[in-house]
Each structure stands twice: as structure tokens, then as C-alpha cells.
């Protein structure tokens, strides 16, 4: 219990009255869910169908510009992971030397936000009304970029009464309404120069704690009762939504026990500057005998010397083989480490590329070598990113589109791929089915 204390951390001043003023009231409500789409199989060339009760489904949102995905749980839960809003150019994106970027999707005329926001209206079954908004931890190709950080931003809009930046997750809470907003937490020190953006991210909590009701609440690893269904849980038992670690704490499979995973003092952590990365929040959802992790950015950090940066190996010991996995950090290089790949040995894999490094062919070798038969799928990728990753082409069943995983009651899953070209949501290609074990 002491340990769970140390989670928590009251938003000095900015967010005081706004937790004060908030209830679980509305939880109790039963609002209808009404399944959005006819009881008919996907086909090429036709508009991708709605979720109907008893599918479980993935929607990975190809924006060009980070990751964003929705989560449908068989009552009709929704729960987004992520608002990718990294403001980049095209320009920046056509200059190689500049490291090179994925191109927006799809194209540069329209938002991260407004495409995140168009997807989740035509697919989640509440429209516009969410029930959960993850963050997995804080960083512009997940929740938005702040223009100070930029110059040529200077200019960018601001909300009229809350004084936000409308990008990111910000920009998206104004056409979403949130049920309820849950992040890493602030336990430890925030690096990377994000001091403007936290600041940001804080007043965009305050106004939609205010205006909608939002509920804000810390990730708490070792719980599986904080990401939960609202609508029939009692018809899916074997539904569940674990939070395996967050900000610097790992649950130890015992219960809903955690451990510290960072043992060193702030002044330690603050002079070292650790990667926000390693403080993601990371998941295992299961329905039946089928199983998912995701886990952001989370990664490991062999070449520091330190052994406490080393994220992904913290939870190891408690992750399961899994029929479906996000690839970490975008498929990156410094995630995805052998222990961690070895131990998940997961069937699919989907990666949100925004850079040119991503995925990493070394990453994809170790999934390849868990398991030789693994399927890849990419929302977006840059093409000079696909020579290094020819040795592996069999495994890469699709390289840009908005992902769609819909799992069935019985266990197996399909794997829908929409066009990402235009917001017409018409499927591209499919494969499958896949059987959990």
C-alpha cells in the first residue's frame, strides 16, 4: 500500500480544483451501446464494417505522425491509447538530412488530430464519446507537440477559454469527450526539455475536467480493475485489461503487488536523464485464450551501464506468450529486446513508423526469431526504410494502412487492413483467420 502512495501526486495548483470537483457519478450511468455495423464479414474494396458485441477489436490509426490506437472491448468499451501529434512539415519530411520522417496520411492538408478524430467517430460505437484516454507516456509523437519548440510555430492555435495548444491529445479532447484521462503519473522527474508541454498537457486536464467531467487518474501498475468494462462485464469474464508497469514501478504477479524498478534517488535519476521512455505505461489485455501486450515507448537501455534502465527487462518475469503485440517504440532498435521478444513470442506484430529508422531490422530479426512464422504489419513507412528489412519481406504482410485486428468470441482473429489514402475506410486486404492458443 505504501508503495501504491508513492504514485500519487496532486497537480500543484493547476489541477487541485479540478480533481476536487470530480466524481465517478457518471460511471454509474448505463448509457446503450449500439453495435455499429451488420452481421457480415469485411470484403476488398468495401468500407471496412463497425464492431458488433462480442468482438474484441484493435484499430492502429495511420496518421503519418505517431501512434494512435482504439481499443473496442466486447460490451463496447472504447479505449484509446495515444493521440500522435508530432508537428512536422513536409518539408522536414522531404529533407533526408534532417533524419528523415514518415509522410503525414492522408496527406498534409489535414491534422493528426482531425484524422484520430474522423477515424473514432465513424468506428467506436459511442461516436464521439470515449470512455478511456491512455497516455502512455509524454512525448510529441504521442501526445502532441507544443510550438514553443519551435519557432515557425509560434503561431499555432490556442484554445480560446482553456489556453491550450489544439494538437495532440489537447486538440483532440476538444471534438472527443473523454470519459476519463488516465497517464503515467509525475513521480519521477520529466526530462528531455518537456516542461512546456507538461504545462500544456495540465491546463488542457483542468479545462476538461471542467467543461466535460473528465475523470484523471494515475496508471496503476498491478491492477486490472481500473481499465475495466462499462457496459455488460458480467457476460465476459475472461476480459481483462492488466496495467503491467508505469513511471517507474512494475507489478510483481502477485496480486496487485508492484515494485520500485528505478532504485536510485531523484538527484541520481535527474543527473543520469534518463529516456521518458522507460517510464511507458505498458498492458496485457486477454479475452479467453487470446492475448495482447502493448507498451508505448518502453525499452531497454544495455549500453548505459545502468541496469534499472533496462524497462523492458522489469517485466519479463511477469508477461505471458501473446497471440498479438505492439511493437515498442515503433519498432525500434533499443526496444523489443530478446528476453522480452523471447518470453512474448507473439504470432502478429504491429508497427506505427513515423521515422526512417523505423522498424529496425535488428528488432525484427528478434521477433523473426522467436518465431519464424510471425506476421508484421506497418501502419506507414518511409521507403527507404525497406531495404535494410528485405531478409524478413515474407514476414511483412503490409506496409501502410490503418490496422484493424477484430478477435471473435472463440478465440480466433482477422486482420483488416483500410486504405489509408483517403477517409473512406475501404478494406485493402485481409488475412487470417489466426488461432489463439
Not at 468482438?55 to 473496442?72: C, K, P, Q, T, V
Not at 519557432?151 to 476519463?180: C, M, R, S, V, W
Not at 541520481?268 to 517510464?279: F, G, Q
Request: with cysteine.
Amino acid at each position: 500500500m505504501e508503495l501504491l502512495k508513492t504514485l500519487a501526486f496532486t497537480l500543484t495548483g493547476i489541477l487541485s480544483a479540478g480533481f476536487a470537483g470530480c466524481s465517478d457519478n457518471e460511471e454509474n450511468i448505463i448509457r446503450p451501446v449500439i453495435p455499429t455495423g451488420p452481421e457480415t464479414e469485411p470484403a476488398v474494396g468495401e468500407v471496412m464494417p463497425g464492431w458488433r458485441e462480442g468482438y474484441f477489436e484493435i484499430h492502429s490509426i495511420s496518421s503519418g505522425r505517431g501512434e494512435a490506437n482504439l481499443y473496442i472491448y466486447p460490451d463496447g468499451t472504447s479505449l484509446l491509447i495515444d493521440a500522435a501529434g508530432s508537428l512536422v512539415t513536409q518539408q522536414i519530411c522531404d529533407d533526408k538530412s534532417a533524419g528523415g520522417v514518415t509522410p503525414a496520411r492522408p496527406g498534409w492538408h489535414i491534422s493528426s488530430t482531425d484524422v484520430i478524430a474522423d477515424y473514432i467517430t465513424h468506428y467506436n460505437p459511442r461516436g464521439a464519446n470515449v470512455d478511456y484516454y491512455l497516455n502512455s507516456h509524454f512525448h510529441e509523437d504521442h501526445m502532441g507537440s507544443w510550438p514553443e519548440k519551435y519557432d515557425e510555430y509560434a503561431d499555432f492555435p490556442k484554445h480560446p477559454q482553456g489556453n491550450f495548444y489544439l494538437n495532440g491529445i489537447a486538440g483532440l479532447g476538444t471534438k472527443i469527450k473523454f470519459d476519463k484521462i488516465i497517464d503515467r503519473g509525475y513521480t519521477l522527474p520529466v526530462t528531455m526539455g518537456t516542461e512546456d508541454r507538461i504545462k500544456d498537457y495540465q491546463r488542457f486536464l483542468k479545462w476538461t475536467m471542467s467543461t466535460n467531467g473528465t475523470v484523471y487518474e494515475k496508471a496503476l501498475p498491478g491492477h486490472d480493475d481500473q481499465i475495466v468494462m462499462k457496459y455488460n462485464p458480467g457476460k465476459y469474464p475472461q476480459f481483462k485489461t492488466r496495467i503491467l508497469c508505469a513511471s517507474g514501478y512494475a507489478w510483481t504477479g502477485n496480486g496487485t503487488e508492484i515494485r520500485r524498478t528505478i532504485p536510485v534517488l531523484r538527484e541520481e535519476i535527474t543527473k543520469v536523464s534518463p529516456d521518458e521512455n522507460i517510464y511507458s505505461v505498458a498492458l496485457q489485455i486477454d479475452y479467453g485464450n487470446f492475448n495482447l501486450y502493448t507498451a508505448g515507448d518502453l525499452q531497454h537501455e544495455h549500453r548505459t551501464g545502468y541496469e534499472w534502465m533496462d524497462a523492458e527487462e522489469q517485466i519479463v518475469p511477469v508477461v505471458s506468450e501473446v497471440e498479438v503485440m505492439k511493437a515498442s517504440h515503433h519498432g525500434s532498435t533499443n526496444a523489443n529486446s530478446v528476453n522480452l521478444i523471447n518470453k512474448l513470442r507473439p504470432q502478429t506484430v504491429w508497427v506505427n513508423p513515423w521515422r526512417t529508422e523505423q522498424p529496425g531490422a535488428p528488432a525484427v530479426q528478434r521477433m523473426v526469431n522467436a518465431n519464424p512464422d510471425v506476421n508484421i504489419f506497418c501502419t506507414n513507412i518511409d521507403e527507404g526504410s525497406k531495404a535494410p528489412l528485405a531478409p524478413y519481406a515474407d514476414n511483412f504482410k503490409c506496409w501502410n494502412g490503418h490496422v484493424v485486428m477484430r478477435v471473435y468470441p472463440d478465440g480466433h482473429y482477422m486482420v483488416y487492413v483500410l486504405d489509408d489514402n483517403d477517409q473512406n475506410y475501404k478494406v485493402k486486404s485481409i488475412f487470417g483467420p489466426y488461432q489463439s492458443k
